[in-house]
């Protein structure tokens, strides 16, 4: 493990996006994000992940209605749709080997041929990890050619590891961590539950601002009117994986990859795979740039 050393990149790259955008608001402050720091960050395609809670009915309803999601957003950030957006999984992994077949999976293993293992295309993760450990299942040498960071699981001190991105597919996570991919973990609950906005925030530094800042004030408003009227801060998390790949927002460092196991728990052992691990964010650094860029 002494030799592994993964860093953000120095210069601009070019990155894919894997997103449950309908599933929370945080996605659509993450995408938003990423596409503004370009050309920093070129990004190449969005795929739509699936989920599924109150807000959809089946993970391929939730995916479909992320699909729709990103075509609504993107006009207000300037960007075509076309040959850009993929629809991706329908369904969890059933098992540990056998991928799900979708456009974003076969179009995530078609772009990353382009790329090597000392330039390689990066992937950001924001949702249940199933279309990217289908990509790598269908064609294993993916992992030579990107690097993975991904928003999933709790603090591996949390005292559980049911975290929404993990727990609904934890055949596709128990892929990723026992794959050689390169790999980041952004923890939830203990690291990037941090990274939080509020009432006060979005109305001084958002509304009024374009039409994508109102779009995303408004939505957050919405959301946090169905469950509260008291004083509240609310958690855009998913800008962290973003943030990332530009560098000096959080501190990191090189862990053994732990085991998700099944019961929602963190299982650890000796001589695994080396990961990079989060375990700090500068949240008031990270929230001024977040303001800056948005707000152009």
């Known amino acids: 493990m002494a030799d592994y050393e993964l860093k ?3 210069s601009g790259v070019d990155v894919v996006l894997d997103t449950d955008t309908y599933n929370e608001i945080d996605d659509q402050f993450a995408l938003a994000y990423l596409l503004k720091n370009a050309p920093a960050l070129n990004t190449l395609a969005i795929f739509a992940a699936p989920f599924h809670n109150t807000r959809s009915t089946s993970p391929a309803d939730g995916m479909e209605k992320s699909y ?3 075509l609504r957003l993107l006009p207000l950030l300037g960007h075509s749709c076309e040959n ?3 629809r991706g999984s329908d369904r969890w992994l059933s098992d540990e080997e056998t991928p799900v077949d979708s456009p974003a999976a076969r179009r995530l293993v078609e772009i990353s041929q382009g790329y090597t293992k000392d330039r390689p295309l990066y992937v950001v993760a924001i949702g249940a990890i199933t279309n990217v450990a289908s ?4 064609d294993r040498s993916l992992a030579d050619r990107i690097v993975l960071v991904w928003l999933g699981g709790n603090a591996h001190h949390w005292h559980s590891n049911r975290e929404f991105n993990l727990f609904q ?3 596709a996570a128990r892929v990723i961590f026992d794959s050689p991919i390169p790999f980041v973990q952004l923890p939830c609950q203990g690291c990037v539950s941090e ?3 509020s009432d006060a925030d979005l109305d001084r530094y958002f509304t009024g601002k374009n039409p994508l800042c109102d779009y995303l004030a408004r939505s957050v408003k919405e959301e946090v009117s169905r ?3 008291a004083p509240w801060t609310r958690v855009i998390w998913d800008v962290t994986a973003v943030a990332w790949l530009l560098g000096g927002f959080m501190a990191d460092r090189t862990v053994p990859a732990p085991i998700p196991q099944y019961d929602d728990t963190w299982a650890f052992a000796e001589g695994r795979r080396p990961m990079t691990y989060v375990y700090q964010i500068h949240r008031d650094k990270l929230f001024r740039d977040l303001v800056q860029k948005l707000g152009e």
């Open 8 to 10: 953000p990149p120095v």
């Open 135 to 138: 990509a790598y299942l269908m």
């Open 169 to 171: 597919d934890v055949a």
């Open 227 to 229: 469950y509260t009227t």
């Open 84 to 86: 850009f957006v993929y």
């Open 195 to 197: 990274f939080r906005i």
């Open 68 to 70: 729709d999601e990103i």
